[in-house]
């Protein structure tokens, strides 16, 4: 495994905006003495990776000569439809190695870009053996000047299906209908940011969760330190959370995960290494230190699911903010990851995450005899209202 040099981990640290260490109980702490050791196990935990250069690479995408740069997004919609969202493309070197897998962090190199004009194969969506289904070339005009999609979604109480595209860069978020044909909705201005205050504007924002009558919240995120509370319109309802550590309070307030009876909002403060959770009107309840989560994932079975920063792992909490397991290991090999950016699980158990600096997108599959407690499972969708057949 190429392990992280100081040069890397300072540039890590301020793309990122990392606090200092701080004195709560670390994420190491809390698993106990196994976090970030062991063999293939520990690492996958309990899946397998089946095919190493999934999805399969293929034109058109990406296109010749070039390889995805950064991977913001991934969402399972089925066990045979997921969609990808890619930040960019990088040009390959003239001459790749014969053993190349088809990632940029093969090279050792973060795969997050700079703004880039010509934005191409933005969002791709593949079957479950990472075949290409549709490109959605025609709104890559949308991501141009940016860094691409930060992250995709579909609401799992939505029967129309709309998938949902944060653009922090833009602070914009766009609504699709599901077979990608029409821009329905954008919420925020593009290319305007408005400050914490301000409900008719983002400023960066990052993740989205939904409620089952389709209100939603919106971690905003980098620029601003807030969640905004939204009804199944659209239409702005409160805010709550400002700079700083204190209860309510955020530093880079970046995933968010919605459920629970009474439905509670949890919410990464990423910055401070902590989860901040809250009732559905941003009343503070309490927090879980130690844990600096890129992405956080409500499962089927009611779990939150968090993909640390700090540590690369994969991490299970009831939601009371007991840690149950957790697996991961920083890498470049298949199975290891580099800054994971979003999870995502279809019905059958299968785990994708995407990764922001390794420049991939992975498919774990569970192993025969897997410990389905050990297991992300995905939300169940709505049925379609107007089935397709791909």
């Known amino acids: 495994m190429r392990s992280r040099t100081p040069s890397l981990t300072a540039w890590i640290i301020v793309i990122f905006g990392f606090v200092a260490f701080s004195p709560r109980a670390s994420l190491q702490q809390r698993i106990g003495p196994s976090a970030g ?9 309990e899946y397998e990776i089946p095919d190493p250069n999934w999805p399969q690479w293929a034109h058109p995408y990406p296109k010749p000569g070039y390889i995805w740069g950064s991977q913001g997004g991934v969402f399972a919609e089925s066990p045979n439809r997921i969609y990808l969202a890619n ?11 014969p053993n190349f897998p088809g990632n940029w962090g093969f ?13 191409v194969n ?21 991501f141009e000047w940016g860094r691409g999609p930060h992250q995709v ?6 029967p129309e299906r709309h998938v949902w595209v944060v653009d922090d860069m833009r602070h914009v978020i766009y609504r699709f209908t599901h077979d990608g044909k029409q821009l329905v909705q954008t919420m925020g201005v593009l290319d305007e940011f408005g400050e914490n205050d301000d409900l008719t504007r983002f400023r960066r924002p990052t993740m989205i969760d939904w409620l089952p009558d389709g209100t939603f919240f919106v971690a905003d995120g980098y620029g601003n330190t807030r969640v905004v ?16 550590t204190g209860p309510g309070q955020f530093n880079t307030p970046h995933g968010i995960a919605v459920g ?29 230190p130690g844990i600096a989560p890129h992405s956080m994932l409500m499962s089927a079975d009611e779990h939150v699911w968090a993909v640390d920063s700090l540590t690369d792992r994969i991490v299970k909490f009831d939601l009371s903010g007991h840690v149950e397991f957790s697996f991961g290991q920083f890498g470049t090999r298949p199975g290891y990851t580099w800054a994971p950016h ?48 791909n």
């Open 37 to 45: 050791k062991g063999g293939v196990g520990d690492i996958t935990g």
């Open 87 to 97: 930040r960019g493309e990088l040009k390959l070197p003239d001459k790749v190695p």
């Open 107 to 119: 090279f050792n190199q973060m795969a997050a870009t700079q703004p880039i004009a010509n934005m």
């Open 122 to 142: 933005c969002i791709v969506v593949v079957d479950g053996n990472g075949k290409l289904i549709e490109a959605w070339n025609q709104w890559d005009k949308l």
């Open 153 to 158: 979604y579909i609401s799992p109480y939505d």
């Open 229 to 244: 509370k939204f009804d199944k319109t659209g239409k702005a309802l409160l805010k709550w959370g400002s700079r700083g």
């Open 260 to 288: 629970g009876s009474p439905p509670r909002v949890f919410v990464s403060d990423r910055g401070n290494r902590r989860i901040q959770v809250f009732d559905t009107d941003g009343k503070f309840l309490e927090e879980w």
């Open 342 to 389: 979003q999870i995502t699980a279809d019905s059958d158990g299968n785990l994708y995450l995407s990764e922001v600096f390794g420049g991939r997108t992975q498919k774990y599959h569970p192993k025969p005899n897997a410990d389905p407690t050990k297991l992300v499972w995905g939300r169940s969708l709505m049925p379609l209202a107007n089935a397709r057949t």
